[in-house]
DNA sequence: ACATATCTGTTTAAATTTTAACATACTTAA
DNA sequence: TTAAGTATGTTAAAATTTAAACAGATATGT
């Protein structure tokens, strides 16, 4: 949309939920404005740092007065693109998939849940909020009927790749990856790896003594 | 252990489990070494940066030849600290409490997992993965009796601070955290933030056409 | 209305991280 | 045994990220 957001250092685009988060208690306390210095007493960045981050994206300050707790958080949302619906399929459904499931029916609009796959026979056919789990092997002809912008893919390992493969195909625009893998894809696809062994991995290193 | 090991940059640690699970695929494909320049073909990182990174263990390569795969791929699990064996606990076991509980069961020696925990009557007293799930109010027995290095907690946002008070108190070392919020927790006391939601949210922000 | 304190946007500097360059050492094959 | 090729460790440069400094604008209290 605005034609210098592409230069957004990555660094910066990983804090946003954070400050999100951040506005949207605040808003909930009814707060109305808030300084870059109380942000960051809040949030642990200095208030330099805050004050650069949101330049990036024009100036939603004032000076002598600080943010508009309320603007700020809308332009965030749609800096992030929350302000819009996207749909979101979770292929694999277990703990997992499950655990998923529960954090996208948390967001009230940004995002509709409209399709849930495994290739358990167990578990086709059965609902999880409200959405029937359908046989893997409908996900081709799936992603043909219907556009698809984020697939969860809780597969596993073995699976990951085929399975990440025909999302591409299909014309999914991002996956959010829980298979402890790194997949290859097309020039377009975006990925966004949620590791979570490595995470305990780098915790571990993090506890022993050094 | 080493004396200067405290100085390794945060960007070379958060990489480490990317380069163990790199060299345990090739060690189990039967490769017995490698160069920086094949193994950055392999990761995507540079080979510059990954001889940089090794290099802050000490000379592991061997000029004209490369990294032997075993003797690396053993001097990053020590320097991870998966040579030795974690008692683990999970608090609260909900769909992401079992997924992680799979997860640390496929590690074969370097985690133990001793203890879960959930305040939901249906759920205390059933088994996971052969361990007995523990009504929450007694957490604070549990650590006092027994010494446990890491708690993976998967509570929801509301109760994660009182839980985590507790865990601290009880002497456990560091905390994965998968509640959507930001721990205080006394020094000392490590904490890894898993926040999917937010990883949803850059992925949106990735795939939103600018 | 005015002076003082507040707080942003921006510029400049520091620190960190990544990439490139290269001298040196080891391997291999003839 | 020797020469050519390979590949590390290390140093130097570039890029990115974070922090500090400050000028100018707004708010607030008297």
Redesign the pocket.
Known sequence: MRDDSKKI????KR?LPRYLRALGDLKKKGVE???????SDYLG???????????HF??????????NVEALCKEIEAILGLDRTHSIIIVGVGHLGQAMANYVEGYEKSYELVGLFDIKPALIGTEVGGIKIRSGDELEGFLKENSVDIAALCVNVESAQTVADKLAEGGVKGILNFAVTDLDLPEGVKVENVHISEFLEILTFDISDR
Chains 1, 2 share one sequence.
């Open positions: 250092p990555v660094a910066v804090r404005k808030i300084s870059s210095g109380s942000l960045y200095t208030a330099s740092q805050i004050r650069q981050d949101l330049n024009g100036g939603f300050g004032q000076q002598g007065y600080g943010y």
